[in-house]
């Protein structure tokens, strides 16, 4: 895939964290899997959660590090979700799909980011 010539989306204060220790791609992975849900993140893992099959054990403990800048849900951040896929060059169909929303509120969200969408 080529790179982007758009600069890239900035995390919202709330995804910064994730996007520090995990990197772009699995923050948006991890976002679409655990956002909304209260999650304990272990200090120790032991390799049972599903949050360390996704991330690995090394992540789990980078993000226990970080637990005190998290929230005690993990954020939707459908927003930035949004204007990433969009930056990766996702159309916003599949962007709807993906973060199970419609159309018209992706539009919406590419807005907050001063993105225009082809229609």
């Known amino acids: 895939m080529s790179v982007p010539t758009r600069p890239l989306p900035k995390p919202t204060a709330q995804v910064q964290p994730y996007v520090d220790v995990l990197g772009l791609e699995l923050t948006v992975q991890f976002l679409l ?3 909304g ?9 032991k390799g049972r959660s599903r949050v360390e099959k996704l991330v690995g054990a090394d992540n789990v ?32 169909s599949e962007i709807a799909r993906t ?13 907050e980011y001063n993105i225009r969408s082809a229609a």
């Open 33 to 35: 899997k655990f956002g």
């Open 99 to 111: 973060i199970r929303r419609t159309d018209c509120t992706v539009r919406r969200y590419l807005a």
């Open 37 to 45: 849900s209260e999650l304990y993140i272990p200090q120790n893992p």
């Open 61 to 92: 403990r980078a993000l226990a590090e970080v637990s005190h800048l998290l929230q005690r849900r993990v954020p939707l951040a459908n927003a930035w979700i949004s204007a990433f896929l969009h930056w990766q060059g996702k159309p916003v």
